[in-house]
Antibody, heavy 118, light 111 residues
Framework: QVQLVQSGAEVKRPGASVKVSCKASGFTFTSYFMHWMRQAPGQGPEWMGIINAGDGSTSYAQKFRGRLSMTRDTSTDTLFMELRSLRSEDTAVYYC???????????WGQGTRVTVSS | QSVLTQPPSVSGAPGQRVTISCTGGGSNIGAGYDVHWYQQLPGTAPKLLIYDNNNRPSGVPDRFSGSKSGTSASLAITGLRAEDEADYYCQSHDRILGSSVFGGGTKLTVL
């Protein structure tokens, strides 16, 4: 069965970076586009970006360009999301998700809580 | 401020029917992009409920249905059950932003 298992919660200081991992199993990883979303407390999800797990090409939402990096390791079927120059507004639960052709997300990771606080 | 607008809350008694609206604009739903719906139980990740406006993934009961018209979409839930109490989110694509966009979510309370 499809599973996306994310790394554990993180607490960071403003200005620091965070790197979250997402290990995929149960499907052919390199055949899919994978996405990262985040969800701040009390809000809807926010799309951050997409990575082609096959060739590693990426596209990021405008608001994150310059401080967001998405990579993948095809030897372990693992995604990585790094967000730099963290500020308090980046406090949220971060999710990886598998994308389908019509831009919907059929499987999600369990989420990783990132807290940015001084 | 979310690109897609949903009512903050809806409620209904067990067995009743409720609908949740999702209103967009000419650059997203009105531009012809499909609408997808997710259910989020407390403390869990969103789960795909409806895709491509009115299709249910395997395992989703037929009590859940979706529709789309013009710049809006709706999720209908019939035969309300206690376990339907959750947050519901709509999602589509926005041509101007060039990205997926979500609604702000609707909290369903089963009375």
């Amino acid at each position: 069965q499809v599973q996306l298992v994310q790394s554990g919660a993180e607490v960071k200081r403003p200005g620091a970076s965070v790197k979250v991992s997402c290990k995929a199993s149960g499907f052919t990883f390199t055949s899919y586009f994978m996405h990262w979303m985040r969800q701040a407390p009390g809000q809807g999800p926010e799309w951050m970006g997409i990575i082609n797990a096959g060739d590693g090409s990426t596209s990021y939402a405008q608001k994150f360009r310059g401080r967001l990096s998405m990579t993948r390791d095809t030897s372990t079927d693992t995604l990585f999301m790094e967000l730099r120059s963290l500020r308090s507004e980046d406090t949220a639960v971060y999710y990886c998700a598998r994308g389908q052709e019509n831009d919907y997300f059929d499987f999600w990771g369990q989420g990783t809580r990132v807290t940015v606080s001084s | 401020q979310s690109v897609l607008t949903q009512p903050p809350s809806v409620s209904g008694a067990p067995g009743q029917r409720v609908t949740i609206s999702c209103t967009g604009g000419g650059s997203n739903i009105g531009a012809g992009y499909d609408v997808h719906w997710y259910q989020q139980l407390p403390g869990t990740a969103p789960k795909l409920l409806i895709y491509d406006n009115n299709n249910r993934p395997s395992g989703v009961p037929d009590r859940f249905s979706g529709s789309k018209s013009g710049t809006s979409a709706s999720l209908a839930i019939t035969g309300l059950r206690a376990e339907d109490e959750a947050d519901y989110y709509c999602q589509s694509h926005d041509r101007i932003l060039g990205s997926s966009v979500f609604g702000g979510g609707t909290k369903l309370t089963v009375l």
